[in-house]
Each structure stands twice: as structure tokens, then as C-alpha cells.
């Protein structure tokens, strides 16, 4: 005599039953016969308590995150645009230094000024809501048992260790991705996606462009005009990148929180 049992979560499956009395998953999608009654399937080390418990939805702070950053790119785009009209007076005042007044100047390095602040604003603001997010992806892997090469506590230090933020965060997201499915379109036994998230890698190179960007606009210095010059190129470049890398970023947390949403 044979029992079937549910692959979700190890329960025993009724006969002729369409949902799983344990987690609602169908049976339909998958079930595990064991020779003998007494006998229950081999599933993860995580119970079928706990995979009704301390998981997370991620999809309302996807959102969250989503108007931060888009908000963000109006800002980069702020700071582009001034950044790129200050570079422009300058390099006429250096050609012709009195067809540019003084109020001009002072107007163009104030319009600068706010504009990296409130960029600054919603890049910190954002991180912050990022940090979060994938803490709470990496703690769904955890009560799903799901592979995964960092700890949540890893989830969130990596943004901040010196070398190691370079791949561990790339890596706790797109474990996110690799390791969750939706239950709708494959074997929830398996839970196991066949290549990296496009958008994330875009996002996670774009990022470090970008910052190596404003890394050299902050080591120009401010000596000469011809440095300010310099620098003002450097960071309108360095927030044209950054757009990119935010854009990406709202793609990748979209698409993964979906999964994670539908897992549950």
C-alpha cells in the first residue's frame, strides 16, 4: 500500500484530493508516493511549520523601492543636467571670462549643490530599502530551504565588508532569482531557475561604473577651474550611469519579489 505525500511540504495528500490540506499547494503539481504507510518522503530539513512561517512578502517593498529609485533618476537627471550646464559655463569663461557674470557662476554652483543633495537623498534612501529586501529574500530561501551561498546576516553585511561588497551582494540577489520559481510554471520540487538575472547583472555593473565615475569627479579637486571642469564631466557621467543602474535595479527586485510572492 502506498501514501502520497505533498512535495511543498511533506504532507500526507488524501486520496483524490486537488489541494494539499498543509501549505494549499495543488497536488496536482507534484506529489511523492512512499512504499509504505509510515514511510513519509525525503524533504527538506526545514518543517512544514516553517514554511507557512517567517517568510516575507516582498512585493509592497518592491513598490517602495521602486517609487525611491525613480524618484532617484529625476534627481541624477537633475544632477546631470547641472552638472553638465555649470561645465559648460566654465569652459566658456575660460575661452571668454567676461561673457560669464559672477551671478551666473554663484546660480550654477547652487544649482548643483541641491541637486547632489537631494540625489544623495534618495541613493541612501534606496540603499537602505535594497539592504532590507534582500534580507527578507534571503530569509524566504531559509524557511524554503532553498540553496543559497550567504546568511541573511551576510545579506546585509556584504553591502558594507571592503572587497567583499564587490560580489556578495551580485551574489545574495541573484540567488534570489536562481533558486525560486513560480510554483505556476514548474516543479516546486525543485525550485531551481537555469541562468542569472539580466536585469541585476546590469544593474550591479552599471552601479560600480558609476561609482568609479564619481570616485574620479571627487579626486579632481577644486584647485583649478579646469578641475571643477573636469569634475563636473565626470559626475554628469557617473548620474547618466546611475539612471541606468536604478532602472535595472527596479527590474531585477520586480521580477525576483514576483517569484518570491508566488512561492508563498
Known sequence: ???????????????????????????????????????????????????????????????????????????????????????????????????????????????????????????????????????????NLDVWNLRHRWSPGWAIGGWFVPVASLWIPYQVVQDAWRSTVSPATADPATFESEGSNLAWTLSFVTFWISSLLWLGAGRTGVEELSDILASDRLGGAAALVGIVASIAAIVAIRQISRRHDERR
Open 1 to 139: 500500500m502506498s501514501s502520497s505525500f505533498c512535495t511543498t511540504c511533506g504532507t500526507s495528500l488524501a486520496e483524490g484530493a486537488a489541494f494539499c490540506s498543509g501549505c494549499g499547494s495543488p497536488a496536482s503539481q507534484g506529489q511523492r508516493a512512499s512504499k509504505g504507510i509510515g514511510n513519509p518522503p525525503i524533504y527538506s530539513s526545514a518543517s512544514a511549520a516553517s514554511t507557512t512561517t517567517g517568510q516575507y512578502r516582498l512585493g509592497g517593498l518592491a513598490t517602495a523601492i521602486a517609487w525611491v529609485l525613480g524618484i532617484g533618476c529625476v534627481a541624477q537627471i537633475a544632477s546631470a543636467v547641472t552638472q553638465f550646464s555649470r561645465a559648460s559655463l566654465i569652459s566658456r569663461f575660460m575661452d571668454r571670462p567676461y561673457s560669464v557674470s559672477t551671478n551666473e557662476m554663484i546660480d550654477a554652483d547652487n544649482a548643483v549643490a541641491n541637486a547632489l543633495i537631494i540625489d544623495l537623498l534618495f541613493t541612501v534612501a534606496g540603499a537602505i530599502l535594497l539592504v532590507i529586501w534582500a534580507w527578507r529574500a534571503t530569509k
